[in-house]
């Protein structure tokens, strides 16, 4: 397994912070995933941090599909790889937290229905936020359901695997 993971980064927003550059995750996707390569999955879970820009889930979906898109026909076709795209959706964000002056927990609802849609649409494995739970920041998941998610993307690729 290869973490890509850096705090702060966007689908598809730019988010630009001295000394770490531009954290939208879509410019360096590319670079991630050919210097990675051969992989049997890719596993994407990003649009939380793109809330704070006033994204809706549904814009977030929408951009999770030019991802996908590269995978399919610009890694698979040259790289001789087939590598299955896992999509999962982000965690509900806890109440109470504003961004830009807008509570973004209504928006994080969002994030299950248009993430599966969109899974759905382009053959992709799906992994849903319920039962998650977010800790005192409101954002991050709590130790338990990290292990919650973890058993959630097993249960996945066990049963895409059979």
Do not use: W
Request: one cysteine or more; hydrophobic letters at 40%.
């Amino acid at each position: 397994m290869i973490e890509e993971g850096l705090p702060g980064r966007t689908i598809i927003s730019d988010d630009v912070v001295d000394l770490v550059g531009n954290r939208n995750g879509l410019l360096e996707f590319g670079m991630a995933v050919y210097s990675a390569l051969p992989l049997d999955y890719i596993l994407i879970m990003l649009g939380t941090n793109d809330l704070k820009y006033s994204r809706s889930a549904k814009e977030c979906a929408k951009a999770l599909e030019e991802y996908i898109y590269r995978v399919s026909h610009k890694i698979g076709g040259r790289m001789k790889c087939d590598p299955k795209v896992i999509i999962v959706a982000p965690s509900v964000i806890g109440e109470g937290l504003i961004e830009n002056g807008i509570e973004v927990r209504k928006e994080s609802l969002n994030f299950n229905k248009e993430y599966e849609k969109v899974a759905k649409n382009n053959n992709c494995l799906f992994v849903d936020n319920e039962g998650l739970e977010t800790g005192s920041d409101k954002i991050h998941l709590t130790v338990e359901s990290q292990i919650l998610l973890a058993h959630k993307i097993y249960n996945v690729i066990n049963s895409y695997q059979k």
